[in-house]
C-alpha cells in the first residue's frame, strides 16, 4: 500500500473509531451479534458481552472488518477486560430444525443467559431479534460497526467460530475449512461434490448450486 493510500486508509479507520459509541442505551447493556449465519457447515455461533464504563479500544470495530491477526489481538482484551461475556454454538441439527434465523436469535438467548450479572438492555446487531425475558432491547441495522458492545460481541463471536471450524478441519481436511470457515465457497462447493455432505453440513441449506443437485 503506498503512503497516501495508507494515509487515506489510517484516516478513514480513525474517523470509524471516533464514531463508535461504546453504550446505545445504558453501561448495563449487553451487546451481541453471530457469525456463521451464512455457512454451509458448522454451527451459527453468538456472543453476548457486558463492557465496563470508560472501556475504550482503538482497534474495536466491525469484526468483518478487522484482520485474522487484529480480531486475535482484540480477544483475549475483550475477555480480559468485559464486565460478563459468553458464546453460545447452535450445531447444524438444530439449526436444520429451527431455521437458520430461530437459531440465530436462540444463539443470542443462550449466550444473554450465560452472563452474570445479567443485563438491564440489549443491543442487538441487525433487525430482527425475539425479547429475552422481558429485558428492553434495541435492534441496529450494521450495529457492529457503531456500538462498541455489538463489535466486542462480533469479535467474540466470530473468533470462537473461526476456531471451532479450523479444529473440525483437521478431520475433514478435504473440505478446506481452515481457509474457508465452512462459507459456501467454490472450493468448498467443489469438495461437496467431489466428496459428498458431512455431519457438519445443513441439511436443509442449497449446498450445492442447482445444475449440481442430483451429484447429492
Known sequence: MGGTARHLYLAKNRYIIRMLQLYYHCSSEAGTDEAGRGCLAGPVTAAAVILPAG???????????????????????I?????????????????????????????????????????????????????????????IVKGDGKIQTIAAASVLAKTYRDAYMEALAADYPEYHWTQNKGYPTAEHRKAIAEYGATPHHRKTFQLLPAQQLSLF
Open 55 to 77: 472501556f475504550s479500544n482503538n482497534l474495536l470495530t466491525d469484526s468483518k472488518q478487522l484482520t485474522e491477526k487484529q480480531r486475535n489481538i482484540l480477544r483475549p482484551i
Open 79 to 139: 475477555e480480559r477486560e468485559a464486565v460478563a461475556y459468553a458464546v453460545c454454538h447452535i450445531m447444524p441439527d438444530e439449526i436444520d430444525q429451527l431455521n437458520i434465523l430461530r437459531a440465530s436469535i436462540t444463539a443470542m438467548h443462550r449466550a444473554i443467559a450465560q452472563l452474570s450479572p445479567q443485563p438491564t438492555f440489549i443491543a442487538v446487531d441487525g433487525n430482527k431479534f425475539v425479547p429475552y425475558n422481558s429485558i428492553p432491547h434495541a435492534c
